[in-house]
């Protein structure tokens, strides 16, 4: 596609529901990174994707998170037993090593938990 | 741990003003330094990248420097204008090339 599309733009959902947020790439990047944003916060990195493969999950919070990309393309980042700590924006960005690595984001999720 | 610092945190100037803003960071081992701009509930849009063994980059009205060594990059904004109020976003990958790490941003107000 012409850009990253995120979906849903918005979700809110209640304190221990399960929620599923997909991100679709610029078609041809092969790497794929979630991360999080907070009010009045920069981006914080979550995890990165070469491929298929999670080269870097490192910035997962906890076991509560987990990201998919099982097709090299579509990924989708996954949170059990929401808390209203999670309430945040939750971006989505791909690069090509061909352009230096800069990156191309995503408008992301804004994610409320009530 | 990388630590992005950007200064100031936010500025209103009025319109057809030149301006400067500051990013500085800790670790001067960096693959490449990004600047961002983003608008209210937006994602993110990349205005100039920087590489490492790269001085500046300059795109339209902005220019971008990076200084490694002393850990720090302006971006200078020429003849300021209302569409250019929004936040913008300094950000730095290590040499692994792929993790960024972002500053807070600089909240921007052009009036006119």
């Known amino acids: 596609g012409a850009g990253v599309s995120q979906t849903p733009s918005n979700k809110v959902t209640e304190k221990g529901k399960y929620v599923e947020l997909r991100c679709d790439p610029i078609s041809g990047h092969t790497a794929l990174y979630w991360y999080r944003q907070s009010l009045g916060q920069g981006p914080e990195f979550l995890i990165y994707?070469?491929?298929?493969?999670?080269?870097?999950d490192s910035g997962l919070p906890n076991d509560r998170f987990f990201a998919v990309r099982p097709e090299g393309s579509v990924s989708t980042l996954k949170i059990q037993r929401t808390e209203r700590g999670d309430s945040a924006v939750y971006l989505c960005a791909s690069s090509s090593p061909g352009e230096n690595y800069g990156y191309t984001f995503g408008s992301g999720t804004r994610l409320t938990v009530v | 741990k990388q630590e992005v610092t950007q200064i100031p945190a936010a500025l209103s100037v009025p319109e057809g003003e030149n301006l400067v803003l500051n990013c500085s960071f800790t670790d001067s081992a960096i693959y490449n330094l990004q600047w961002f701009r983003q608008d209210p509930g937006k994602g993110l849009t990349s205005l100039l990248l920087i590489q490492s063994s790269q001085r500046e980059q300059t795109s339209g009205r902005l220019n971008a420097s990076l200084d490694k060594s002393s850990g720090r990059s302006t971006l200078y904004i020429a003849a300021s204008q209302p569409g250019d109020s929004a936040t913008y976003l300094c950000a730095v990958s290590d040499n692994s090339g792929y993790a960024l790490n972002f500053g807070k941003g600089t909240s921007l107000l052009v009036t006119p």
């Open positions: 994707f070469q491929g298929t493969g999670a080269a870097d």
